[in-house]
């Protein structure tokens, strides 16, 4: 058990659009999802911690307007990414944690990734 | 702040070599270790974790032991294949609240035949 998902897997638009991401966990009920980046080459960033039916918790330096995350149930998380630039072409990660309690055996499962190549 | 530091790739090794990959990490208190696994153009894989001093995770004959005395949780396999060859991402988080994980910068491995 302990799988997550990730729609779509690649996405390509124009500069200006915006794009919408899912993660979902399949077989378990995840109070608390996370959003990261991952650039070339380079470690994942977290970009915002996310609870069920509650505001985002963003990191410093993400644009909470341009990164719009919304937690809609205990299985499913969204990340868009509104009036896309080249800039923010980057591969983005999710995961999903089973519990936002006190066990210390706590685990986080990601997602597959979503690619954004904004031209 | 919460810290951890890996060996820099990439490494690369002989199929059936013997691997160690280096991590130290800086926290307070005892957070839980990990070792993910990233595989190319594919997400993150929990690989193995610790969640104690002294404890060893174990999986795929990879093993890393949590050594509080020194800090490190280092990675190791006595023979990799070419199927190990991906990127390997030390962690650390805490449970309890939000769980907020905190990666290396990730070591490239690469298995030649």
């Known amino acids: 058990g302990a799988v997550v998902s990730q729609h779509p897997s690649r996405v390509i638009c124009k500069s200006g659009t915006s794009v919408k991401i899912e993660c979902r966990s399949l077989?378990?009920?995840?109070?608390?999802m996370f959003w990261y980046r991952q650039f070339p080459k380079k470690s994942l960033m977290l970009m915002a911690t996310?609870?069920?039916?509650?505001?985002?918790?963003?990191e410093q330096g993400v644009e909470k307007d341009k990164f719009l995350i919304n937690h809609a149930s205990l299985t499913l998380s969204t990340l868009t990414v509104t009036s896309a630039h080249p800039e923010d072409s980057s591969f983005y990660i999710c995961?999903?944690?089973?519990?936002?309690?006190?066990?210390?055996?706590?685990?986080?499962?990601f997602g597959p990734g979503t690619r954004l190549t904004v031209l | 702040g919460n810290s951890v530091t890996q060996m820099e790739g990439p490494v690369t090794l002989s199929e059936e070599a013997f691997l160690t990959i280096n991590c130290t990490y800086t926290?307070?208190?005892?957070?839980?270790l990990f070792w993910y696994v990233q595989y190319p153009g594919e997400g993150l894989q929990l690989l193995l974790k610790?969640?104690?001093?002294?404890d060893k995770g174990s999986n795929k004959g990879f093993e890393a032991t949590y050594r509080k005395e020194t800090t490190s949780f280092h990675l190791e396999k006595g023979s990799v294949q070419v199927s190990d060859s991906a990127v390997y991402f030390c962690?650390?988080?805490?449970?309890?609240?939000?769980?907020?994980?905190?990666f290396g910068t990730g070591t490239k491995l690469q298995v030649i035949p």
């Open positions: 995961s999903a944690s089973r519990s936002g309690g006190s066990s210390s055996t706590d685990t986080q499962y």
């Open positions: 077989d378990f009920q995840a109070t608390t």
């Open positions: 996310s609870n069920e039916g509650s505001k985002a918790t963003y």
């Open positions: 610790a969640t104690k001093a002294d």
């Open positions: 926290a307070t208190g005892y957070p839980s």
């Open positions: 962690a650390l988080a805490y449970s309890g609240g939000y769980q907020k994980v905190t």
